[in-house]
């Protein structure tokens, strides 16, 4: 190769590319996986792995055994950070939701799925402490547990909910309650208020549940409870190893 | 029970704290005891039996702390009156304490700034360290570099590069810059305006911004408003406000002390040049 | 109109109270006076406007192309189109994919069938001219008085065309009325613990969560979730309340299919 970058200055001939020495994997050791069996759902948190975000979650979400039902998604938050335009007294909130790999959700659903969330965060997030500020949410589906062509979006969605919560409370933004979501069957509700009130129903498909809404929202609380209290253990965890 | 005597504990978001009034009987008198939502916690309404209760509840992660309020009391003359009909014996010894409650982050606890991470956005009355970035002869303008004694998030709120679609206004990570320059390279600050009236308190329309200010200096102001949709209204109309650092010659020469209140000095040339300076101690 | 704090809070209050005091004197579960017109686009196959009595008014419009079944997977596409809103915005494409999985999936593909290989494509094209409040209700109404007009042409040739190649031909004039049932989408508005029918857009701005149902084949059916109508007000609601709004449509919709029914 005789070709020269001109464009670029390269440097002295006989430069040596820089070699980091290798990091110490003193954090997988510190951090044992977290495992909780129930009905052989098992869920992994780890907060604050992207640098440049104000906080930051990392879920995994395992059903069964096998890796295949395997739900990974990031998410961080960034802001509170100046907007522009008219004054407002509070912030506005933003979510954008992304598959990182194959795209198989149609963009439509994308938008449901963040209007949904949104809305749910909206009720949750105390919007007043932060005037004349965006907060910006940004969710990655790293894997995607959709094996078929049918979407099956409620555990993703509910993934979604339990991943913001974790990223709000990483990077220090007030929350009025620690919000998570429960599934059964094709449904998804968001509590807050441990479980007295709901802030987000979701029930796309129909199912056997047909109008029983309140036996269906019972059902989800189970769940939520669940996943609920595995986010409120990692939260104290981290928080006092963190001293 | 009292809650502000309880040992410190870990909340999470969402968890109760205490009620917003509390009533405390000693063996002869009683006290009403006022909890304050401080940074980190909120009033939230709950449904108990079919009542409606006020309570403080977390809404970050943390640990709870109670500081009192020293406030002189009431008047015994007023309570007096608004409770008549409530036996002499009991308004005489009833008094009100305030207790602030707040959840701090401990990882800022014991630091030399306050704990209020990610909660620093200027507010009415709090002092902030701004760089000017425009004059002109009725204002300058300035961008919104801290909040004083308070921490900035790790993206230093200016934005996100993260991999989805960038919201509007969105950019870079300020993680890996330093806050001034992400700040003034991206245009991401809050910013701010200094009118020409809140330069300083006496002789208000005989303020020359070119006097006062030039672009670069770094100034220490007070926000005395919210303002609109896109700048912040600061004065510098205090001793301790004003420019704190300066370079002489527009930038180009080295660093500049006060002398006096409006003249500050570069100490290799001898030069002086006017600005509107903050008493330094 | 955009509200002050105050006004807002003082409706809230009203909304909120037992029972509840709406701005235009309504029932929790009165609908606003619509206006239906249908059949009046010549150049396409079903056509409405349904005009609100605050001003919303929306055109929907169902044209039919003749696809092989067996490529095209989709029978029906929606096209929605907001006036004042940019299309690519969360708020109009949310709508218009909550409708088209909904008519896609709740109509019966049968009745498009024209013969063994061919069936009608159905394009709903809706245009909503000018919107206060949420437009998800009227457009269902719209839709679904605009599906309920949709002519299509009679097949004259056999509809058993599976061994021979020949395209379906069609009478020259006569037209055969579509006949499908037709899901509706009713949104609502929870104040409090009440439960409000067809919110305007002042009862939007203070609700504190909104509920979309659907109702299909005479039942509640999927997808029911909830709505932010505003951001200020939005907050947690009980579960009974979401009950509740759904018997609400049980005893509303009845009445509301058999008004659209009389046009």
Known sequence: ?243 | MVYYAQSTHSAYPGQLICPVYELEKGTDSQQVIRYIAGAGVAEQDYELNGQKIIALAATVVGEVKFDEELKEMVPSGEVAESNENEEEETVSTEEERHFIVSVTDKRQDGQAVTADFANNLPREGDIVLARVTRISQQRANVEILAVENKTTPVDSGVGSNGAGIVAAGGGSGGATFSVSQASSDLGETFRGLISSRDVRATDRDKVKIIDSFRPGDIVRAQVISLGDGSNYHLSTARNDLGVVFAKACNGAGGMMYAIDWKTMVAPSTGFTEARKCAKPF | MVLSVTEKSYLHESLASVPPARPDGRKADQFRPIEVFTDFLPASNGSSKVVASDGTECLVSVKCKVVDHAVEEDLVVVDVDIAGHRDDSGFVQGIASTLSKVLSTQLDRSCLRLTKKYSFKLYIDVLVLSSFSHPLTLISFAVYSALNSTQLPKLISSDDDLDVAELPTFHDYDFVKLNVSVPLLFTLAICGKNVLVDPASNESDVANNGILVTWNNGKATAPIRTLGLNEDYVSGVSPQSLQDSIKMIEQVAPEVLQALGGI
């Open chain 1, 1 to 243: 190769m005789n070709i020269t970058d001109r464009r670029r200055i390269l440097g002295p001939s006989n430069a040596k590319p820089l070699v980091f020495e290798r990091l110490e994997s003193s954090e997988q050791a510190a951090q044992p996986p977290q495992e909780k069996n129930n009905e052989n759902e098992s869920m992994y948190i780890k907060n604050g792995l992207v640098s440049n975000a104000n906080g930051s979650s990392y879920l995994e979400l395992k059903r069964g055994e096998s890796s295949e039902q395997c739900t990974i998604l990031l998410s961080s938050v960034y802001g509170p950070r100046p907007s522009r335009g008219a004054f407002s007294s509070k912030a506005s909130l933003s979510v954008q939701f992304k598959e990182v790999t194959i795209e198989k959700i149609p963009s439509g659903e994308l938008k449901e799925i963040c209007n949904f969330l949104s809305n749910i965060f909206s009720a949750v997030i105390n919007l007043e402490r932060y005037p004349k500020s965006g907060i910006d949410i940004f969710l990655s589906l790293i894997k995607n547990p959709i094996t078929s062509d049918e979407a099956n979006l409620e555990p993703i969605i509910a993934a979604c909910v339990n991943g913001i919560t974790l990223a709000l409370a990483d990077a220090g933004i007030e929350i009025f309650d620690t919000v998570s979501a429960g599934t059964y069957k094709r449904n998804v509700v968001a509590f807050s208020k441990n479980g007295t009130e709901v802030v987000g129903l979701w029930k796309d498909k129909e199912d056997d549940t047909a109008n029983d809404i309140l036996s269906v929202i019972e059902n989800c609380r189970g769940n939520y409870l669940q996943n609920r209290k595995g986010i409120i253990e990692y939260l104290i965890r981290s928080k006092n190893a963190d001293i």
